[in-house]
């Protein structure tokens, strides 16, 4: 925030110069991005009285100047310009000048004709219309002014001031104004501030005759005064008004226009001016736009509006964008005779919500989206209208309407001195606490024992102690804290068993072709709907977000699916021909509903893969090296994720605890993705596997005895899952089974329909003896016993 040095010595006496002032202030929290001194690359350009022109006689548009710059011999001066006459006062950039387009001037020869300097636009000053009327003019800039002839042009000009770029924390929106700006000077350099006066006249009648305010939404606008003006009597903006808003980057426009700009300047609070001739019916009703509203801002942009939008709106239609940008209808113009004053506070996020969707950005809204004071409204108010009254710019109507739903009170903490010590660590008098938070607003007072203080609204940054020790320290002085010597015993840092353990998976994936993914934690409401999931799974219990950066981001996750589709989509639709992805993330499951504590977050990790060479046995692949890290004993079960594929999907056990599902995604999921290709997904519960017991492993020696191979060839109804089966033969075979696997599984010629033909390869081995042909013969009855209580049968 840029502000007129000149402009903050009119509210606080400084004593120092400002870089000084802008070292205190940057040791007491506040940011200074620069320091801009006006005119210092203008130097030994001077105003200049044209004491005689005569035409050159090589050329037929040069005329050669004597000028008088105030000193003892005139100075020549060779110029093409047309627009200059004898006695015209115009800056003069002479030998050895520098312009603040860069130029530098020096004595040469035109035509043969020496000139020692050089005439000067407005242009070539680097003004606008703005900073000296006339400067616009093609042709050499008149001065319209009277100043003694060689006055250096930095005086002429107003340039003797300094321009500070303030940059402003978000947890200070009180000191988004000079005023606060200028109260925090005052307390870091121990002078005094001077609040400007509020006075003014007013001409009788009542503005409840005029005009009548109703607000419908009193959550969007908990505060709107109004206030009438008449017999407006517009005209340019003082030259004092017109600097110290172009110091801040806005143009002047007239003197209602630019008071409304330098009180918000000034107090922070944003107002408007609306054109009361103009608004139909005669009645400010604040309330959100309509279904398939339209308004048409003051910059002539037409903007179509939906329900969330709050507007001002007459008795027909809407007048303004609340908080954000005027309507065209009703804005001020050069007759306009009567005009209705707003000023109010607005809900922050909506004004940042509006702007966002419409694409704007003004002062204004960037004032509301940091917040403003409730209370603070009033004074705005009272301020604006003082200096109508102070310029002669209208007649103000007596009464004011004020809509609120009561106004809050301040705010008490209670602390004591030795709290506010524990936390600084610097040994601060109790008078000198109590003097920095008295300067500071913040009502301390001291009983022997406690110190109360009364937080007012506007500094709704302050919450606790900590808050308090933070403002006692940051004007005490930073540098009263003196660097000692650590202390305590040294202790060998180490990674958390969880951390570990994510690293061990990361190396696998990466190890397998896979790259880390990372995206936010909160998505869009509406993405839990992509899964076609049950309206009463658990999943759709998301935690929403009180202020939202949009709606895109409104939920906490409660999984990781639609993240990774979305990472899918996107390198898909790049045209990447394969991928394999992960994230390690977390889920947050709220305990109950409504929110009465933190959700859980559940450390939870997410496998995407797509290409040619990808299926459902790939991923099961990298799922199974996962396992084999935590060292489960896992298995395999149907499942019916509602998002996957139904033929193509499976659930993951872990030690009899369910831990995963994987799987190709439905078609009509990758639809909604954009995603024309088949992709598969997997998410794995880490908090369940971190819990789970790793199996020990154990040595014995090398087998004394053969094994003896079997093979099992079984007919089963096709839905039958072979892990089932495998489960069969390892009941079966107790304690013999050396081994099991699965070496065909068959459908078609010679297997009746609805069946399967599957077979597996069976390893018996004994530690103490070899297996006569009884012993494997008993152990296979009981293997085909156990496979038929499972729906198989024996092929024969």
Not at 227 to 236: A, C, H
Not at 295 to 301: A, E, M, R, S, Y
């Amino acid at each position: 925030m840029k502000i007129s040095l000149n402009q903050l010595k009119t509210y606080v006496e400084i004593n120092v110069p400002a870089e000084e002032m802008c070292e205190k202030m940057v040791m007491a929290g506040f940011e200074v991005e620069s320091i801009e001194k006006q005119g210092e690359n203008l130097k030994n350009v001077v105003a200049a009285k044209i004491v005689d022109i005569k035409p050159h006689e090589d050329s037929d548009h040069l005329q050669i100047c004597q000028m008088d710059i105030g000193a003892d011999e005139l100075v020549q001066i060779v110029t093409g310009a047309q627009n200059i006459a004898v006695g015209d006062l115009v800056p003069a950039a002479l030998n050895d000048s520098y312009l603040p387009n860069g130029m530098h001037i020096v004595a040469g020869k035109l035509r043969g004709v020496p000139s020692n300097g050089m005439l000067c636009s407005g242009e070539e000053l680097c003004l606008t219309e703005a900073d000296y009327e006339g400067a616009s003019v093609h042709g050499i800039l008149i001065l319209r002014d009277e100043f003694p002839a060689g006055t250096d042009m930095r005086d002429v000009l107003g340039l003797d001031d300094y321009i500070i770029d303030f940059k402003i924390t978000a947890n200070r929106p009180d000191c988004n104004c000079v005023l606060g700006v200028a109260k925090e000077i005052s307390v870091v350099l121990g002078t005094e501030f001077k609040a400007p006066a509020t006075e003014y006249k007013t001409i009788g009648g009542d503005i409840k005759d005029f005009i009548d305010i109703e607000v419908k939404n009193y959550e969007l606008c908990p505060r709107y005064m109004g206030r009438l003006v008449k017999n407006l009597r517009i005209g340019p903006s003082p030259d004092w008004m017109q600097k110290a808003i172009t110091a801040s980057g806005m143009r002047p426009i007239n003197n209602i226009v630019d008071i409304t700009n330098f009180v918000m300047l000034e107090t922070g609070q944003p107002m408007h001016a609306f054109n009361y001739d103009e608004l139909e019916g005669k009645k400010i009703i604040v309330r959100n736009a309509a279904e398939n509203e339209s308004i048409t801002t003051i910059d002539g942009t037409e903007h179509a509006l939906n329900t969330d939008m709050l507007v001002i709106a007459d008795g027909e239609k809407p007048s303004c964008l609340a908080g954000i940008m005027g309507g065209k209808e009703s804005e001020i113009e050069d007759d306009t005779t009567t005009l209705f004053l707003e000023c109010a506070k607005f809900k922050r996020d909506n004004i940042r919500h509006t702007g966002r969707a419409l694409g704007m950005r003004t002062e204004s809204s960037g004032r509301f989206e940091r917040g403003v004071d409730i209370k603070n409204v009033e004074y705005a108010m009272e301020r604006a209208l003082g200096l109508i009254y102070e310029l002669d710019a209208g007649d103000i109507v007596d009464g004011v309407i004020d809509r609120n739903q009561g106004l809050p009170e301040d705010r008490i903490i209670v602390t004591t001195p030795a709290k506010i010590l524990e936390l600084i660590g610097v040994d601060v008098p109790t008078n000198t606490i109590l003097s920095i938070l008295n300067s500071l607003g913040l009502g301390a007072t001291f009983d022997g024992k406690e110190i109360t203080c009364r937080i007012p609204s506007i500094r709704d940054d302050i919450e606790g102690r900590a808050d308090l020790a933070e403002e006692v320290m940051r004007i005490y002085g930073y540098d009263h804290i003196v660097g000692t010597a650590m202390r305590g015993d040294v202790i060998r840092g180490k990674k958390l068993p969880e951390r570990i353990k994510n690293d061990k998976i990361k190396r696998t994936l990466s190890g397998l072709g896979a790259f880390e993914a990372t995206t936010y934690s909160f998505i869009s409401s509406k993405a839990i709907d992509t899964l076609n999931l049950d309206e009463n799974d658990e999943r759709r219990n998301q935690v929403s977000i009180i202020n939202p950066l949009g709606e895109e981001y409104s939920v906490m996750r409660t999984q990781l699916i639609t993240s990774m589709l979305t990472v899918l989509s996107t390198n898909i639709n790049r045209k990447n021909e394969d991928g394999r992805f992960y994230e390690i993330s977390k889920r947050f499951v709220a305990k109950s509903f409504p929110l009465t504590e933190q959700p859980d977050e559940l450390p939870t990790m997410s496998i995407g893969i797509f290409g040619k060479d990808e299926d459902f046995f790939t991923l099961k692949g990298i799922i199974e090296e996962i396992m084999h890290i935590f060292g489960a004993h896992t298995r395999y079960e149907r499942s019916n994720e509602t998002y996957l594929h139904p033929g193509r999907q499976a659930r993951v056990l872990a030690n009899n605890k369910d831990v995963a599902v994987f799987g190709e995604v439905h078609p009509a999921v990758a639809q909604k993705y954009d995603i024309d290709t088949r992709v598969y997904v997997a998410e794995i519960k880490l908090d369940v596997l971190y819990t789970i017991e790793k199996r020990k492993t154990t040595y014995k020696p090398l087998p004394k005895f053969p094994a003896v191979e079997r093979d099992f060839a079984m007919l089963c109804d096709i839905d039958v899952p072979v892990g089932n089966l495998e489960q069969a033969i390892i009941s079966g075979a107790s304690r013999l089974l050396e081994k099991v696997e699965l070496f065909d599984v068959y459908t078609g010629s010679q297997i009746p329909e609805g069946k399967k033909s599957v077979a597996f390869s069976v390893w018996l081995r004994s530690a103490d003896s070899t297996l006569s042909d009884t012993q494997i013969d008993e152990i296979s009855e009981k293997i085909v016993a156990k496979l038929e209580k499972a729906g198989a049968t024996l092929r024969k």
